[in-house]
């Protein structure tokens, strides 16, 4: 599968294969990638919301009135859901929404999602993530002309400090480490590019069954 190649200043563009780039079959690792994504989102959740049933709130567990004779409906306890200030029924507790991923299913799922942005072209790689000076103005024109819609996630073992005071106000650019590359950031930025040093070490992982 072809990728795009840029130069380090965006300028050129060019396209050609990335030696090892692992490419799935259509149909293959999606459930992987869904199973990852609401993980990963279930992982994220507190899990605290708690509210007292009717052994929980204050209250006299005294008959509030007679059975019979009054009129109104029999009732046993202040602390019926009914009344004001009585428990709730079947209202949440406390629980762990946690679900554990093993390493090989993460690992299809990061494939499957670069796969995915290769097919789509929105998957890039770059000589090198450089600047040499530190302007915002000037690497901004420089992605608006290559990129000009949607949020860029920029991908290097290890970032080039002009790169990062430069791009850091950047609304739309975020930067993650080869290494710590998961699905979750690829799937949810719209350009995923990343340098030439960084897609060695991205493919390395992906195929290191040891991992």
Known sequence: MKLKFYGSDFSSCSEGDVPGFITLDEGKGVSALKQYLVALEANLRQGNACAKD???????????????????????????????????????????????????????????????????????????????????????TLLGKAFQSGSILFVDDSFNANFVLASRNIGRVFMIDSNSLNAFDVVRHGNVIISDNAMKTVIARLTDNGE
């Open 54 to 140: 009717r052994g929980d709130v204050s209250g006299s567990g005294k008959k509030p009135y007679r059975q019979k004779g009054t009129g109104m409906a029999r009732q046993g306890s202040k602390r019926s859901p009914i009344w004001a200030g009585g428990g709730v029924v079947f209202g949440p507790k406390p629980r762990d929404y946690s679900q554990k991923i093993n390493k090989r299913v993460k690992r299809l799922a990061l494939m499957r999602a670069l796969s995915d942005k290769a097919s789509e072209g929105t998957l890039a790689v770059v000589d090198r993530l450089t600047c040499d000076e530190p302007k915002t103005k000037k690497l901004n």
